[in-house]
């Protein structure tokens, strides 16, 4: 019994003397046992639900889903990695410039968070703890569609080869002009589909619906603003395939949500596009520049550079009718596989007269790892081994708005009427 008390007695005191030296040790040790407290249900799947799974979820277009530990374990290492180089979630604005409600990018506190989660042994936590798994339409991210339509026919696209633009008109049949919240397309075949576009076609006027290519979102409307399509109209499918080494078809579609109220005002596209410009063979920051000044007073909402392979970095400047100019967006290191619209967090106002320049620089020399061809000149031209320079803008025209007459927000007016 004696020996029994001694033993634990010294049992005791050297697992003290342990934990003093181990406290004493170093700081990573410390460090280690509060990253250990980082869980998976707790600190990490708020992230994932908020920031990834939108893209991070079985049947899109990340290679892996984050929706549960059991499917995000395997990636630890690999996430901490990308979270910590920004390379995840993909983001290509230069944060000096403009802001953006769309803004991807984890603040710093939740790269910690996920890096000391990886650190502490990327532990799963109390299930307890796991926040609701966030709710999506199955096949859709804009939720369901309040009607769809698909293209008249299935293509077909052979093996190999470079396959045109292909065009598929759908009739709407609409008997009276719809307004439309958030549109969707979907490829059915995402092997050969590179990119889809989908116009909204009318006697003299064709106005860009929505767009997919990898990495692109789905139109949605916000702040009661709307696309219209007017009675009558038939919605226009470009589509463009890429052959990927065996026969395939597709027949892709596209989803529609309503406005459920009337909108407060219609949301406009303007590509600002330069098609003339002639890149020489090997020549590695080539500039093309394109502008639009604006007749009426505007707003300007979004923007959406788009460039292929060789484009560089793109840049939107709006110079005012009283000669001040500002950059409202700059994306310094421009990738193709990344077509993403940038929303403004606060519309940008357009009097009449402001013009809006964009700047592009094409790398068309060996530097650039994506060039098929430096050998070559290069013009504008369809395929991606052509060239575009297009700077979407969507804006609205003051005289539109609905109610106030003027393109403040709502909320705002409000507020300042008390
Ligand atoms: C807009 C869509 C999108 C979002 C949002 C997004 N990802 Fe990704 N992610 C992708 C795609 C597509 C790929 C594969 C292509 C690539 O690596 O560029 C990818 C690749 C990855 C990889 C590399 C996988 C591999 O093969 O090694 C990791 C890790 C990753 N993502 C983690 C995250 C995390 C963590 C978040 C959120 C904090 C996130 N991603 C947000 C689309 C997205």
């Not at 910690?112 to 799963?124: N, Q």
């Not at 100019?325 to 402001?354: C, H, M, R």
Request: net charge positive; hydrophobic share 40%; proline share 7%.
């Amino acid at each position: 019994m004696k020996r029994l008390l001694l033993t634990t007695a010294v049992a005791v005191f050297l697992a003290a003397v342990g934990c003093f030296a181990l406290t004493e040790a170093n700081a990573s040790d410390s460090k280690k046992a509060a990253n250990a407290k980082v869980t998976f249900t707790k600190d990490v799947a708020p992230i994932f639900y908020s920031k990834c799974v939108e893209c991070h979820r079985a049947g899109e277009i990340a290679p892996m889903s984050l929706m549960s530990y059991k499917e995000a374990r395997p990636w630890a290492r690999s996430i901490k990695e990308k979270v910590v180089t920004k390379v995840m979630p993909p983001w290509h604005a230069d944060p000096k410039h403009g802001a953006f409600s769309n803004d991807r990018r984890l603040s710093q506190k939740e790269v910690e968070t996920i890096a000391a989660w990886v650190d502490g042994g990327a532990l799963e936590g109390n299930p307890k703890e796991l926040p609701p798994t966030p709710k999506f339409v199955e096949g859709w991210n804009i939720g369901k569609p309040d009607l769809i339509f698909q293209m008249p026919e299935a293509c077909a696209v052979p093996a190999s080869g470079v396959v045109a633009y292909k065009y598929f008109n759908v009739p709407t049949n609409f008997t009276e002009d719809k307004w439309v919240q958030a549109a969707e397309i979907r490829p059915e075949n995402r092997s050969v589909v590179h990119h889809i576009i989908v116009f909204i076609q009318t006697k003299g006027r064709q106005q860009l619906l929505t767009g997919w290519a990898p990495g692109e979102q789905p139109a949605v409307m916000k702040d009661g603003l709307a696309k219209r399509i007017p009675a009558g109209a038939t919605l226009v499918f470009q589509v463009h395939y890429t052959p990927n080494g065996k026969a395939a078809s597709d027949r892709s579609y596209v989803g529609l949500i309503f406005a459920k109220e009337k909108p407060r005002n219609e949301l406009l596209v303007m590509p600002v596009l330069n098609m003339k410009f002639v890149i020489p063979a090997g020549e590695a920051n080539y500039q093309v520049e394109s502008s639009y000044t604006f007749k009426e007073d505007a707003h300007i909402r979004t923007l959406m550079p788009h460039m292929h392979l060789r484009g560089k970095d793109f840049l939107y400047r709006v110079t005012y009718p009283d000669g001040h100019s500002e950059i409202i967006l700059s994306v310094p290191k421009y990738d193709f596989n990344w077509q993403t619209y940038y929303f403004l967090k606060e519309p940008v106002a357009a009097p009449k007269g402001t013009r809006v320049d964009c700047l592009a620089h094409f790398d068309n020399s060996t530097q650039n790892k994506y060039n098929p061809d430096a050998t070559t000149e290069v013009k504008w031209g369809d395929q991606t081994f052509e060239e575009m320079m297009i700077g979407w803008m969507s804006y609205t025209l003051d005289k539109n708005e609905v109610k106030t007459g003027s393109a403040e927000p709502s909320a705002q007016k409000v507020s300042r009427n008390q």
